[in-house]
């Protein structure tokens, strides 16, 4: 097999920041070797690879480039293909040079898949724009940390205390008071803003604001404000405060939050989060996977005409159904004689999508609220046929009031929810940490698989549940539950934590 090797920028750190042809070169790799910078989350778009990582400040021991060229080429050797994943963009400052040089001398085929690169992302992500029509029509981009050994600098830092234009100094923690001093040496205002950034786009981002001559001591010692710090200096650095002060403003701003829903709900929660400025984690506990049985729903389909109802209690049982009807060539008008029910809005809208709109849903969204509806609603149960579309396990409280109705009651599975077997290394990582504000649990068997995969370090966290009955299930597990919505539906369930911020 002909070798190759992706080299891939992973960006500043957020992993929605990576470009989609990396996340294609992830998606086609055997193995990935990835640097301490980047997000773990971005081994998500690899998860038939081989993870390696080589190296993280303060975690584990930092690979030496050559050994990380020598794993790069023993996998590429074998036939595999090959990420190299890297922080921020190959080609700034990532020594990506030593790896080409290597490729191209072993004849391995190779692409430079640039990312964001942590200038650029730290001036966007603190409301800094590094050029300005007034203040600086030029960047430079400087390290803080050259090679060891060197005989001598090769950054000119007099010529740089006049740069017409912005700095941006990377690595320049450990070094600070060496470049802060070269470039007042070299006639550059003491006064001259800066802003230093820390582990940006990422929700314990930070940002000082000083001048050149309190760099030092804002820096020193280290641990102060670890690394990874990117340095704005010049006038622009005192446009950012005017734009933080806003993005602080944002209801969920600097909260870290866990979904745990199926990964495809997860995304539309996700995207609420950020939208209220907070930093969403999706942890999924359960899973979502399709039934390869189709024979009940076509039982069902087989016998519209004598049913009166067809309830959905999740979105995830809309499109099986229908796009079964597709394939057996039926259109939409065979529901006409049956009334439709939804548990909750957001499934109402989803089978708008399909030209359906329903008849019943309850005011607050949850299995217990559509039996009470029922009960007004049915004059005469023994005469009517209910088919509920479920997953395989979840409440029994809707069929089971049904049934002691006097309702026929037919129950058909349209998909199977199945728990995650591995705890996520991203979350588990923050719990540990104690950086994970809150957990959102949004039903009863993802609260059972939370305390199996996790057990009681989710109290290090705070949880939100989306329903009571989901909240007693965490309580019985010897959780404590914080909030819980009402009504039982996300929006609600955000809101609730805005309120708790």
Same mark, same amino acid.
């Given at each position: 097999?002909?070798?190759?090797?992706?080299?891939?920028? #992973?960006?500043?750190? *957020?992993?929605?920041?990576?470009?989609?042809?990396?996340?294609?070169?992830?998606?086609? #790799?055997?193995?990935?070797?990835?640097?301490?910078?980047?997000?773990?989350?971005?081994?998500?778009?690899?998860?038939?690879?081989?993870?390696?990582?080589?190296?993280?400040?303060?975690?584990?021991?930092?690979?030496?480039?050559?050994?990380?060229?020598?794993?790069?080429?023993?996998?590429?050797?074998?036939?595999?293909? !090959?990420?190299?994943?890297?922080?921020?963009?190959?080609?700034?400052?990532?020594?990506?040079?030593?790896? $080409?040089?290597?490729?191209?001398?072993?004849?391995?085929?190779?692409?430079?898949?640039?990312? &964001?690169?942590?200038?650029?992302?730290?001036?966007?992500?603190?409301?800094?724009?590094?050029?300005?029509?007034?203040?600086?029509?030029?960047?430079?981009?400087?390290?803080?940390?050259?090679?060891?050994?060197?005989?001598?600098?090769?950054?000119?830092?007099?010529?740089?205390?006049?740069?017409?234009?912005?700095? !941006?100094?990377?690595?320049?923690?450990?070094?600070?008071?060496?470049?802060?001093?070269?470039?007042? #040496?070299?006639?550059?205002?003491?006064?001259?803003?800066?802003?230093?950034?820390?582990?940006?786009?990422?929700?314990?981002?930070?940002?000082?604001?000083?001048?050149?001559?309190?760099?030092?001591?804002?820096?020193?010692?280290?641990?102060?404000?670890?690394?990874? $710090?990117?340095?704005?200096?010049?006038? $622009?650095?005192?446009?950012?405060?005017?734009?933080?002060?806003?993005? *602080?403003?944002?209801?969920?701003?600097?909260?870290?939050?866990? !979904?745990?829903?199926?990964?495809?709900?997860?995304?539309?929660?996700?995207?609420?989060?950020?939208?209220?400025?907070?930093?969403?984690?999706?942890?999924?506990?359960?899973?979502?996977?399709?039934?390869?049985?189709?024979?009940?729903?076509?039982?069902?389909?087989?016998?519209?005409?004598?049913?009166?109802?067809?309830?959905?209690?999740?979105?995830?049982? &809309?499109?099986?159904?229908?796009?079964?009807?597709?394939?057996?060539?039926?259109?939409?008008?065979? +529901?006409?004689?049956?009334? &439709?029910?939804?548990? /909750?809005?957001?499934?109402?809208?989803?089978?708008?999508?399909? /030209? $359906?709109?329903?008849?019943?849903?309850?005011?607050?969204?949850?299995?217990? /609220?559509?039996?009470?509806?029922?009960?007004?609603? =049915?004059?005469?149960?023994?005469?009517?046929?209910?088919?509920?579309?479920?997953?395989?396990?979840?409440?029994?409280?809707?069929?089971?009031?049904?049934? #002691?109705? /006097?309702?026929?009651?037919?129950?058909?599975?349209?998909?199977?929810?199945?728990?995650?077997?591995?705890?996520?290394?991203?979350?588990?990582?923050?719990?540990?940490?104690?950086?994970?504000?809150?957990?959102?649990?949004?039903?009863?068997?993802?609260?059972?698989?939370?305390?199996?995969?996790?057990?009681?370090?989710?109290?290090?966290? %705070? =949880?939100?549940?989306?329903?009571?009955?989901?909240?007693?299930? +965490?309580?019985?597990?010897? =959780?404590?539950?914080?909030?819980?919505?009402?009504?039982?539906?996300?929006?609600?369930?955000?809101?609730?934590?805005? %309120?708790? %911020?």
């Amino acid at each position: 097999m002909k070798p190759y090797v992706y080299l891939i920028g #992973s960006g500043p750190g *957020d992993p929605e920041l990576l470009t989609l042809r990396g996340a294609a070169a992830l998606a086609e #790799s055997d193995v990935v070797l990835y640097d301490g910078l980047s997000n773990p989350r971005l081994l998500d778009h690899a998860p038939q690879a081989e993870h390696i990582c080589v190296g993280k400040h303060g975690h584990s021991r930092i690979w030496k480039q050559d050994e990380i060229i020598a794993e790069m080429l023993r996998h590429a050797r074998e036939g595999k293909t !090959v990420a190299r994943l890297k922080g921020g963009d190959p080609a700034v400052f990532a020594r990506t040079a030593e790896e $080409v040089d290597a490729l191209l001398e072993a004849s391995v085929t190779f692409e430079i898949i640039p990312g &964001i690169t942590a200038a650029l992302a730290a001036g966007s992500y603190a409301g800094i724009p590094i050029t300005h029509r007034k203040f600086a029509s030029a960047v430079a981009l400087v390290t803080g940390h050259e090679e060891p050994g060197k005989a001598e600098s090769a950054i000119d830092w007099n010529a740089l205390a006049k740069f017409p234009g912005t700095l !941006v100094i990377y690595m320049g923690v450990t070094t600070a008071s060496v470049w802060t001093e070269a470039l007042i #040496s070299g006639g550059m205002d003491p006064s001259t803003p800066v802003a230093l950034i820390r582990r940006c786009s990422l929700p314990d981002q930070r940002a000082i604001h000083c001048r050149l001559s309190e760099v030092t001591e804002r820096l020193t010692p280290a641990h102060r404000f670890r690394p990874p $710090v990117i340095a704005i200096i010049g006038k $622009v650095a005192e446009l950012a405060e005017p734009i933080e002060k806003l993005r *602080d403003q944002l209801p969920l701003a600097g909260q870290t939050i866990a !979904v745990t829903r199926p990964r495809d709900q997860a995304e539309s929660m996700a995207a609420d989060i950020r939208a209220r400025g907070g930093y969403p984690i999706i942890a999924p506990a359960i899973a979502v996977e399709p039934i390869d049985d189709f024979g009940e729903i076509d039982a069902v389909i087989d016998n519209l005409d004598q049913t009166h109802w067809l309830v959905f209690c999740s979105r995830n049982g &809309i499109a099986p159904f229908f796009q079964r009807l597709r394939q057996r060539n039926i259109d939409v008008r065979r +529901l006409a004689h049956c009334s &439709i029910a939804a548990v /909750g809005e957001r499934t109402a809208e989803a089978l708008q999508y399909f /030209g $359906v709109f329903c008849d019943l849903v309850p005011d607050d969204f949850s299995s217990a /609220g559509l039996a009470d509806a029922f009960a007004e609603k =049915l004059d005469h149960p023994a005469d009517t046929h209910v088919v509920i579309f479920r997953a395989n396990r979840g409440s029994d409280e809707l069929p089971s009031r049904l049934k #002691s109705a /006097g309702v026929k009651v037919d129950e058909v599975v349209t998909y199977l929810n199945t728990d995650s077997d591995h705890p996520d290394p991203q979350m588990q990582s923050l719990l540990e940490e104690g950086k994970l504000d809150w957990i959102t649990v949004t039903s009863s068997a993802t609260a059972r698989n939370l305390h199996r995969l996790y057990g009681t370090s989710l109290n290090r966290s %705070r =949880l939100a549940a989306l329903s009571p009955k989901t909240a007693a299930v +965490l309580t019985d597990l010897g =959780l404590t539950v914080d909030v819980t919505a009402d009504p039982y539906t996300i929006d609600s369930l955000l809101n609730a934590l805005e %309120r708790k %911020r």
